[in-house]
C-alpha cells in the first residue's frame, strides 16, 4: 500500500511543513485540527525515496512530481500532488498528472475502498496568463473544477482549505 511505504520510507518530512528545491518553495502552516505530512517523493532530489519504484514510474523518462501532502481536518482527507518549477508548466503539468494517475491505481489495487479528495499544486516563479489557462483546463478534467491551482504563492494554506484566493482589485487612491 502507498501510505505503508511513504511513512516507513525516507519520503517522510517529519515535523517539516515546507519544502525548496532549486529557489521554488512551498509551505504550509498548520491549524488546529489539521494533520498535514509532506512526503518528498522525487528521487532526483531525495534518492532515498523508493516510491517511484513502487508506482511503477522507474521506467527511463517517466515523470514523477516533487510532493505528495496528506492533509486531514475532520472526515476530511485530501492528497495532494505538489510541484515546484521555476518555469516549464508543462512539465509540471505531465508530472502531477503523472503521479497522480499512478498512485490511483496502486491504490484501487490495495484497497479500492479508501476515499480521498486529490488535489494538485503547481508552484512556479514564472507564468503567463494563456499558458495557465490552457494548463489549468488541463488540470481540471483530471482532479476536478476547484481542486488544482498553478500559483506563484507559496503558501498551501488556503488551496488545502478550498478558501477562494481575491481577484486583483484596483488600487485605492
Avoid at 522507474?58 to 505538489?82: P, Q
Avoid at 510541484?83 to 508543462?90: V, Y
Wanted: charged share 30%; proline share 6%; with cysteine.
Amino acid at each position: 500500500m502507498p501510505f505503508n511505504t511513504l511513512l516507513l520510507s525516507c519520503c517522510l518530512l517529519p515535523g517539516k511543513t515546507s519544502l525548496k528545491e532549486n529557489g521554488v518553495e512551498v509551505s504550509l502552516q498548520p491549524a488546529s485540527g489539521e494533520t498535514i505530512l509532506f512526503f518528498h517523493i522525487d528521487e532526483k532530489s531525495n534518492p532515498n525515496c523508493k516510491f517511484r519504484k513502487l508506482l511503477g514510474l522507474d521506467r527511463e523518462g517517466m515523470k514523477i512530481c516533487d510532493l505528495i501532502v496528506f492533509y486531514a481536518k475532520d472526515n476530511e482527507k485530501i492528497i495532494c500532488f505538489v510541484e515546484l518549477k521555476g518555469g516549464d508548466l508543462k512539465t509540471a503539468k505531465e508530472q502531477v498528472i503523472n503521479t497522480y494517475i499512478h498512485f490511483k491505481n496502486v491504490l484501487k489495487k490495495t484497497d479500492p475502498s479508501l476515499r480521498f479528495t486529490p488535489k494538485t499544486y503547481i508552484k512556479s516563479n514564472v507564468s503567463g496568463p494563456q499558458e495557465t489557462g490552457k494548463y489549468q483546463e488541463e488540470l481540471n478534467t483530471e482532479f476536478g473544477e476547484g481542486n488544482c491551482r498553478i500559483s506563484k504563492n507559496s503558501d498551501l494554506g488556503a488551496f488545502l482549505r478550498n478558501i477562494k484566493p481575491q481577484p486583483p482589485g484596483k488600487r485605492k487612491k
